[in-house]
Structure formats: structure tokens, C-alpha cells
């Protein structure tokens, strides 16, 4: 199954979720594969923690050659990588063009390889332009990160909810809106308390992942490191809190 992990807003964890989370399913034995939409490139970083690769998203999208080509192995086992490159940014011009065919042609793409793997995950840019669209035509969940700090994030993410519901009654009827998943909790924090009932009183339950991510600067120093949080400290509370959140999401699809 494909799940896109969407938020227009930057900086809540999109991409720390694309790859922890990826890494803990692969750790629980599924065959994962992460794909880096955001031309910011910040999980290919991440996970092949180099620039030698030579075949990109941007390739995928501009050629025709087969999709399996730019499937990168990683050095964790069951994890796999398309990474992304800067001049991805440059495409945008053109999807805008040549829409909406243009908007499913990563849906083309990945139809011949989606059934190699357990999960793809879709690390979105922050925003809800033609990669986010390309994206969420593709996928069958979504995923929404939210910062626990921000006050207004509820708003955002509303908004975001209601993006997701626009795909689907027109472009995508087989998108599904998740969860919301609160990331970079502090619980010391009355702010981050009164945030997080707010979230409950405004989503249903079943809407809202049970496990949260906690505020842990482990999570920063695996990101400078360019290693997901596994290699880095695969004891600290970022990791037990994304192995947590793997099984939360491998019960809650089944
Ligand atoms: N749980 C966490 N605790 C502490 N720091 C975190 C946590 N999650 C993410 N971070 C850090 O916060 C910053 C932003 O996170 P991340 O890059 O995952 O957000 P993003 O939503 O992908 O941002 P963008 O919208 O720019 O793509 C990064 O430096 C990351 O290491
Ligand atoms: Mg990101």
C-alpha cells in the first residue's frame, strides 16, 4: 500500500515520520520502500547519507525507462529508496502545464512495482502544489504530522483534511485520510497538554494516532548524522516511539 505523508506546513516532522517510520517497519520485517518527493531531498539525505546516486525522481518523471531503475537499496535491510534530486524544483513549471495528466504520472509509474512492496511511503514537500497532488493521486492513506508546539496548526490542519477529501471526490476515490499523527511532544509543557485536547475535541478518535512523537533531540542528531534514529540510538524515546507507532499503524490497516 502507498501512504503519503502530507502537511503544508514545514518543519513537523514529515520527513523524520518518512524515514523512522520506514525504518521501523523494515525492522519489523516488512519490504519498505520511502520515496522523496520533496525536492529539499531531505530523506534521501537521510537515508543514503550521499550524493553518488546516479538515478533520481527526477529521471522516473522525465524518462521512460523502467521504474525498478531507480530503486536504491540502502544499508538497512528491507528498505529501499527512489531519492530525489534539487532540479526536481524545476519540473513544476511543466506538471503545472501539461496537468492533470501530468498529476498521475507517478501513479503510472509505480503501478508495475507497487505490489513488491509492503508499504511505500511518500516523504511531501511543504506544500499542497503538483508534488503533494501527484502524491496523494497515487497513495491509498495519508498521513498528517502535526508539531505539538504550534498554536496554529489546528486550522492548518483542517485545511489539510479537507485537501485530502478534495482528491479524493475528485481525482483519487481511493485515498483515505489516516491518522494525524502530534509530533515533537513535550508533556512538561501545559501548551503542548491544552494542544493536544485541543486536537482531541476537534478530530474523531479513530482519526488520531494513539502513539505521539515525542520531543527528542536524538531525532536532530541522527538527521546531522544522515542515519534514521535506529542506527543512531535505537533505544532513546524517538525510536521506541516510531517502533511503537509502526505497530500502531500495521494493526490499524490490517
Ligand atoms: N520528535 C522530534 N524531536 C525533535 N526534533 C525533531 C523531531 N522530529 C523532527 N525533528 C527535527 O525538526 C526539524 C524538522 O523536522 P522534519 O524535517 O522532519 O520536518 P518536515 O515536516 O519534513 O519539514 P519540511 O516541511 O521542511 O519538509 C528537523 O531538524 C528534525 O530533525
Ligand atoms: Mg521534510
Known amino acids: 500500500m502507498i501512504i503519503s505523508i502530507i502537511n503544508h506546513k514545514g518543519g513537523v516532522g514529515k520527513t523524520a515520520t518518512a524515514v523512522n517510520l520506514g525504518h521501523a517497519l523494515a525492522r519489523l520485517k516488512k519490504i519498505v520502500l520511502i520515496i522523496d518527493i520533496d525536492p529539499q531531498c531531505n530523506a534521501t539525505s537521510i537515508i543514503l547519507g550521499t550524493d553518488e546516486y546516479r538515478k533520481s525522481l527526477y529521471d522516473l518523471l522525465t524518462t521512460d525507462q523502467n521504474p525498478k531503475d531507480f530503486i536504491h537499496p540502502t544499508k538497512y535491510p528491507n528498505l529501499f529508496i527512489i531519492p530525489n534530486l534539487p532540479e526536481t524544483a524545476t519540473l513544476e513549471f511543466d506538471m503545472v502545464r501539461t496537468a492533470p495528466e501530468s498529476l498521475f504520472e507517478l501513479k503510472k509509474k509505480l503501478s508495475v512495482i507497487k505490489n513488491n512492496y509492503d508499504f511505500i511511503l511518500i516523504d511531501n514537500p511543504p506544500s499542497l502544489g503538483v508534488f503533494c497532488i501527484s502524491s ?9 504530522p502535526n508539531e505539538a508546539g504550534s498554536r ?3 486550522e492548518g490542519l483542517k485545511k489539510a483534511v479537507e485537501f485530502i477529501e478534495k482528491i479524493r471526490n475528485s481525482s483519487n476515490p481511493n485515498l483515505n485520510f489516516l491518522k494525524l499523527l502530534t509530533t515533537k511532544v513535550d508533556r512538561r509543557l501545559a501548551v503542548h497538554k491544552v494542544l493536544l485536547q485541543l ?3 476537534e478530530f474523531p478518535q479513530n ?3 494513539k502513539t505521539i512523537i515525542p520531543t527528542n533531540t536524538d531525532i536532530q542528531k541522527a538527521e546531522l548524522k544522515k542515519e534514521t534514529i535506529f542506527k543512531y540510538k535505537s533505544n532513546v524515546a524517538g525510536a521506541v516511539a516510531y517502533k511503537k507507532l509502526a505497530l500502531e499503524l500495521i494493526a490499524s490497516i490490517k
Open 136 to 144: 496523494l493521486n497515487t497513495s491509498d492513506y495519508v498521513i498528517v
Open 152 to 154: 496554529t496548526s489546528i
Open 199 to 201: 486536537i482531541k475535541s
Open 207 to 209: 482519526k488520531i494516532f
